[in-house]
């Protein structure tokens, strides 16, 4: 059974930082790529970032891009999203994602899903 638990979400101020974590546990640790995604009210699932999980390679979104770094921790098969200069407009509910293939960008080619963490960046 694959588990994807995330945490580290909350009130954060624009301009402040966050840092997400994604503890995977089960099978996971044989997924290619984890993957950070987000949705906000009333609008569609939309990727963040993602990391290739033996070789460290990383993708991120233009609108996060030099703002969120997403890394890994090998040992303790953990995926941090770091959130820095945070923005209103990244308010949302964060998930989790991992896959065994390689459409890194499409939510629905990911397997495996955690329960989300709500981001709400307000002053």
């Known amino acids: 059974q694959v588990q994807l638990v995330e945490s580290g979400g909350g009130l954060v101020p624009p301009g402040g930082s966050l840092r997400l974590s994604c503890a995977a546990s089960g099978r996971a640790f044989r997924s290619d790529f984890m993957a950070w995604f987000r949705q906000a009210p009333g609008s569609a699932r939309e990727f963040v970032g993602a990391?290739?999980?033996?070789?460290?390679?990383?993708y991120h979104a233009n609108a996060v891009k030099g703002r969120f770094t997403v890394s890994r921790e090998f040992t303790k098969n953990t995926v941090y999203l770091q959130m820095n200069r945070v923005k209103p407009e990244d308010t949302a509910v964060y998930y989790c994602?991992?896959?065994?293939?390689?459409?890194?960008?499409?939510?629905?080619?990911?397997?495996?899903w955690g329960q989300g963490t709500q981001v709400t960046v307000s002053s």
């Open positions: 994602a991992a896959q065994t293939g390689s459409d890194i960008y499409t939510s629905s080619a990911y397997h495996y």
């Open positions: 990391i290739r999980w033996s070789g460290a390679n990383t």
